[in-house]
């Protein structure tokens, strides 16, 4: 009668001398790995973009013989400075408000800086009762 499977597999002892462990994993894991190109295309049309962008961009120098465009904003070197208002015509202005007493707003009553109502306090919702 053949002996047993399981009396054969104790019998069993592997030779491990040629198999490098570490390698075989590391096989193992490149292997499983797919090539996956498609981030270093996605980098490349990227940076592409960019010196594309930054060419066009790129300030140029005014051809010899024209004047360069002004800029948008105006310079504020050239721009002249406000006058400084008339004291007569502030004094005078002073004057007319202080004169007119019937043509201001009425002044609000003072009346209570504090609503009557409580404060809002966190959670408030969520509690049953009020803490206070």
Known sequence: MSESFADR????????????????LFAAGRASARPN????????ALAAC?????????P????????????????LVDRA???A???SELWALGQRVYQSEGDLPPASAPGPMV???????????LAPY???
Do not use: I, Y
Request: hydrophobic fraction near 45%.
């Open 37 to 44: 190109r498609g981030w270093m295309a996605l980098t490349g």
């Open 85 to 87: 208002p008339d004291v």
């Open 50 to 58: 960019q010196l594309l962008t930054m060419t066009l961009l790129w």
């Open 60 to 75: 140029r120098a005014a051809p010899v013989g024209l004047p360069a465009p002004s800029p948008h904003v105006p310079d």
């Open 130 to 132: 009020s803490v206070e």
């Open 9 to 24: 597999l104790s019998r069993f002892t592997p030779d491990g001398a040629g198999l490098d462990r570490d390698g075989l």
């Open 81 to 83: 400075a406000p006058s």
């Open 115 to 125: 609503a009557a109502d409580p404060p809002l306090r966190a959670l408030a919702a």
